[in-house]
């Protein structure tokens, strides 16, 4: 189990023929290599502007739920997204709706040690994003549903990951109990649904953007709040972040084990063809193990 295999080969050349067939007026600026993750790839248009596109069938479902609901979601966030401003559509070189949306400088956050004050503005953020969903809002169906959902998963990944690291420990296990038996969450709001430090940008310490908004859905908010261990590499800017969201004991706890979740998967898959993904699962359960022995 490592990084999905794409689906569809996407290079500038084929960039280049959608943007002259669909946005002619873009189609002179230079194009560029950005990024590939798991479900889509990105390429730099100009200065100004980036394109998104689905690399695999599921990315094409999760860029389409990003064009219809973060137009609405972004103006009230506290922090910069790429929201789509232009879109486009199928054609028979390549058969998925993409995006084209605004760059954001900076670098994932796995890369830099966030400054003093970053852990309140993120949970700044997190309150912004945290509101009440509509009735008609994305279904949570893998992130932000009751973590015994995921539990046979978690279960399995960390008997596989006790047989080759060192990094499930004692504490984990307990952490991860106990998350599972907190109160579950009475409220459906607004989550990012995949906010790892690979989807939180910062320039010279300070967050310059959230991006890779394919999992935005309703749900438990402690799913986001999970980023907390995972961006924050100083124990005090940890328990900043707690504070100034104001978590209570149940949503902490599940916090937590949303938190073992995104690490135990991501080490897991890391191991196989990401280094960058395993370093950000290890640090997150060394994290998860400080936390607790000193909050």
Same mark, same amino acid.
């Given at each position: ?58 990315? &094409? ?6 064009? $219809?609901?973060? #137009?609405?979601? /972004? =103006? +009230?966030? *506290? ?43 993120? &949970? ?6 945290? $509101?009440?969903? #509509?009735?008609? /809002? =994305? +279904?949570? *169906? ?54 790892? #430090? ?98």
């Amino acid at each position: 189990m490592g990084t999905p295999l794409a689906e569809v080969d996407i290079d500038v050349a084929l960039v280049r023929s959608l943007l002259q067939s669909q946005h002619p007026d873009l189609a002179h600026l230079p194009i560029q290599p950005a990024a590939a993750g798991w479900d889509n790839a990105m390429f730099r248009l100009g200065e100004q502007w980036a394109v998104r596109l689905p690399r695999r069938k599921l990315g &094409a479902t999760l860029i389409q739920k990003e064009q $219809t609901w973060l #137009p609405a979601i /972004a =103006p +009230r966030l *506290t922090l910069p997204t790429p929201v789509p401003i232009r879109l486009g559509v199928p054609i028979t070189d390549y058969p998925w709706c993409w995006s084209i949306v605004p760059w954001i400088a900076g670098e994932t956050v796995d890369r830099q040690i966030l400054s003093k004050g970053e852990a309140e503005r993120f &949970a700044d953020f997190l309150r912004s994003l945290h $509101t009440p969903a #509509p009735s008609n /809002a =994305p +279904r949570p *169906t893998w992130r932000g549903v009751p973590l015994a959902q995921r539990a046979d998963a978690v279960d399995k990944w960390m008997v596989s990951l006790a047989q080759s690291t060192d990094a499930i420990t004692p504490t984990i296990r307990h952490l991860w109990q106990r998350a599972l038996a907190a109160p579950i969450a009475t409220e459906t709001r607004w989550l990012h649904g995949d906010l790892h #430090p690979r989807n939180v940008l910062a320039k010279d310490g300070t967050i310059t953007g959230v991006i890779d908004w394919g999992d935005l859905t309703s749900g438990d908010i402690a799913t986001d709040i999970a980023a907390i261990w995972m961006i924050f590499e100083r124990h005090s800017d940890r328990i900043k972040a707690i504070e100034a969201y104001g978590l209570d004991k149940a949503i902490r706890f599940r916090a937590e084990g949303w938190a073992i979740f995104f690490a135990t998967v991501l080490l897991k898959t890391g191991l196989v063809d990401n280094p960058s993904h395993a370093a950000i699962g290890r640090s997150t359960l060394q994290r998860l193990t400080e936390t607790n022995a000193r909050f």
